[in-house]
Structure formats: C-alpha cells, structure tokens
C-alpha cells in the first residue's frame, strides 16, 4: 500500500495549525518567473500543472512566450477498472480537460508552447531516462523548471521531479517543486517535508478565483464514479485551493 492510499487524507483544518509551515516565506509571483524569464513547467497528468500552479500560470495571460508545458501522460490510468471511465475514453477526456482548464486562466493557446509527450500513465519510472534527455534539451540557462516534488508520494510525480531534479542540475538551471499529494498523506510539521526549502507563492484573488475555474475544468477527476469516491478529495481540493501554491526551492 503507498502513501496515498494509507492515507485518509489530512484536511486543510490541521495544517492551519502547521508552524512549519506558517514559518514559508512569502514571495511573489513575479520574484519566481520575474518576465523574460521562461518558465518549464513538466506535468506527470493533464490536472496537475493546476494542481501544482494554477495561480502562478493565470499570470502568463499575455505572456505566453515565456511559458513551456510539458504533458508527461495523458492520464488514462486515473480509474483502473471503471467501465465508464475507461482507459481509451480518457485518453481523449482529459486532454480535453486540460485544455479547457488552460482556457479558464485566460492562456492563449494558439501562443503556448505545449508539449504532450503522451507517455504511460503509473509507469514514468520507466521512462525517467527518457524524461531527463527531453527536458535537458529543451532547457535554456535562464529557465526555471517546475516539477512535481521528488517525494510526492505518487510513482509518476517522483519519476517527474527526480529527472527535473537530474536535467536542473545538469543545465544548471533553477529548480522549483512543487508537493501535490504530499498534502493528503503527511501531517502538519511532517519531517518528510524539506521545510527549509519551503516557500508560499501568493496568489491574489484573481489569480485564486481562474485556478478554482481551472480546476473545475478536469469534471473526471471530480465526480464519483461507480460507488467510488472522486479521484481528487475534497480534502486535497481545500489544501490546494488557498492563496497561496507552496513550492521547494
């Protein structure tokens, strides 16, 4: 059983009372992709570059040119086992999703440079090797890569974050990550979490308000399907939708 699983989810109520984290500087966006500097932002599903920075990203409204996404799947492995929601019929939804999702922060796709590398969902671990060529060639000096964090919990966001990690480090680069389902699984002042990398990147209302519209883009991962629960609890939803996304510097 991983840690997601043996988890029942820790609601945003106790991490209020985290003094870790109360103690994460504060930045802005603009100190963490100042413009003209581009930001690689690499994400394992279609819902987690929202998940990871929804608020961050709706400040690229305008400009585009500094924004490269990378789709590391397609996602099709979120509901092992469904007949409503199968594998085949995913690969095409949450895509779809994603897309849709981009639109509600007011992102010019026609201008965004994205890049659907349509890889195995729940087996990037195979492809980490591949992963670190593609993002060690795409990568410029200046860039900052965005990562799912190398502990995430989840198979496919730790594969992601160990070959950012790897390419940051070989195009010296900087690297930002960025816990998703740590969220869910650790407890308040976790020593699991590196702390002292920790910082809150403030999202004002605006920026708050297109991510909650994004986020509601990705309607397979919200809904009950079947007798089973959402893919994204309620729980994990709360934690992600503050004003801030907290990132490891």
């Known amino acids: 059983m991983n840690l997601i699983e043996s988890s029942s989810g820790t609601p945003w109520s106790a991490w209020q009372h985290a003094a870790h984290l ?5 930045i802005d966006p603009g100190q963490l992709c100042p413009p003209g500097r581009r930001l690689v932002l690499i994400a394992p599903h279609p819902d987690d570059e929202i998940l990871m920075a929804g608020g961050l990203l709706a400040g690229f409204h305008g400009r585009e040119d500094d924004l490269v996404l990378v789709s590391a799947t397609d996602g099709e492995g979120s509901h092992p086992g469904s007949s409503h ?12 999703e994603s897309r849709h999702a981009l ?21 990037l671990p195979r492809d980490e090797a591949f992963l670190v060529n593609h993002l060690s060639q795409l990568l410029k000096p200046d860039d900052v890569l ?6 995430d919990g989840h ?4 594969a992601v974050g160990r070959a950012a990690a790897q390419a940051a480090m070989a195009r010296k680069v900087q690297l930002v990550e960025v816990p998703v389902w740590a969220w869910h699984w650790a407890q308040p002042d976790d020593p699991r979490l590196p702390w ?9 209302e605006t920026r708050l308000a297109r ?9 397979s991962q919200l809904e009950p399907d079947e007798g089973q629960p959402p893919v994204l609890p309620a729980n994990l939803q709360e934690c992600l939708l503050q004003p801030f996304e907290l990132v490891f510097l």
């Open 211 to 219: 991510k909650r519209k994004a986020l509601a883009a990705h309607i």
């Open 22 to 26: 109360a103690r994460a500087t504060w």
């Open 103 to 123: 639109q509600q922060l007011e992102l010019d796709l026609n201008r965004l440079d994205w890049r659907r590398l349509h890889l195995k969902d729940g087996a």
């Open 85 to 96: 929601w199968t594998e085949h019929r995913l690969r095409r939804q949450r895509p779809l």
């Open 146 to 151: 965005m990562a799912t964090w190398r502990n």
């Open 196 to 204: 002292p990398r920790a910082h809150r990147v403030q999202l004002d």
């Open 155 to 158: 198979c496919d966001h730790e």
